[in-house]
């Protein structure tokens, strides 16, 4: 039988947590006999494709099959698993993701009723281990004043928004747009999203539609990841400029008044002491809203790891947005 539904992932060494994403596929409330899952494997070298053989023999029930993304990034990734799945609609997962049971139904019934062209819902953060590190980013990445009005990290609202993490669609409708970008190594749902609504198309977020997102566990993989994210951003919004919002350009302003007192201060030495004030304030903003998640958790060390998780976040997406204005515009595909 044909599948309605294709779930499609992209992955790549996995080994030690893609079964925690297979087992809530398996789990889902939608009809297995109506779903099957592509993931999309960056030549995994660390037995991620022997975890997924052996997850098959044991639960054969669910349709799963594996395709090769010889590029080795999600955008290439998600491509093949579109190309490979037979399902009326997708719905786009994440390695990392662990979907709650009614994520596929609800879904699917909000693109039955015509709702939005494409269908998403928020994330539920949580630390990958039970370090200090790791509940910290993972309390800093679904505060406001960390990632400004991304509204999919703590939203219980539901509305129509630039965009949704991952997300479900008509799988003729997205190959109709051309899918997505490989030429974006990050934001591909951000642009996929961008042309979905330039077209005329709507994106629709959800909180009953809800999955589990495991934050980064160390400060210098978060600076990592932010700083892709913001180079990526930079090279996206060199398309779409009118697409820019404020909770993406205060970060490289903030960087960038900071090394312009510095600089001033060389010349005019009261800049220093207005650079002062400011991140001082700035400081007790993140001070405040540490405390604040540190008293609502019950864990005092958010108080200190929060406004660490903050800063780290902030200056690593506001340096690598400016890094992205000196590097070439990624070329469109042919």
């Known amino acids: 039988m044909t599948p309605r539904v294709s779930v499609i992932v992209p992955c790549r060494n996995e080994a030690k947590t893609i079964h925690l994403l297979l087992d809530a596929l398996l789990e889902q409330d939608f009809p297995l006999q109506d779903m099957e899952v592509v993931i999309a494997d960056g030549l995994s070298d660390d037995g991620t494709i022997e975890a997924i053989s052996a997850f098959q023999a044991r639960h054969p029930q669910l349709a799963l099959k594996v395709v090769q993304n010889k590029k080795r990034v999600i955008p290439s990734g998600l491509n093949r698993a579109i190309e490979a799945a037979r399902g009326k609609y997708i719905v786009r997962m994440d390695a990392h993701s662990v979907p709650e049971p009614h994520y596929v139904s609800r879904s699917v019934a909000a693109l039955d009723a015509g709702i939005a062209e494409n269908v998403g819902g928020v994330w539920q953060i949580r630390p990958q281990n039970h370090g200090w590190a790791a509940r910290s980013i993972a309390a800093a990445a679904a505060s406001p ?3 400004g009005d991304a509204q999919y990290r703590y939203s219980s609202t539901a509305a129509y928004v630039d965009t949704v993490p991952y997300g479900a669609y008509a799988r003729d409708y997205i ?3 051309g899918a997505y970008d490989e030429t974006l190594l990050s934001n591909e749902d951000y642009e996929l999203n961008t042309r979905i609504r330039q077209a005329g198309g709507r994106v629709w977020m959800d909180p009953a539609i809800s999955c589990v997102y495991f934050a980064r566990a160390t400060f210098a993989d978060l600076a990592r990841q932010y700083w892709r994210y913001g180079f990526w951003k930079n090279q996206m919004l060199k398309r779409y400029p009118s697409t820019l919002r404020w909770r993406q350009a205060l970060p490289p302003l903030f960087v960038l008044g900071i090394l312009f007192l510095l600089l001033l201060g060389l010349f005019w030495r ?3 002491m207005v650079l002062a004030l400011g991140l001082a304030f700035y400081l007790l903003v993140l001070l405040a809203a540490g405390v604040a998640l540190a008293l609502k958790k019950r864990d005092i060390l958010l108080a200190a790891g929060v406004p660490l998780a ?16 000196f590097a070439r515009s990624a070329q469109r595909r042919a």
């Open 145 to 147: 004043v960390g990632v």
């Open 270 to 272: 009261p800049a220093w």
């Open 175 to 177: 190959q109709s747009l």
């Open 310 to 325: 903050i800063i780290t976040m902030h200056f690593s997406w506001g340096t690598g947005f400016l890094a992205g204005l």
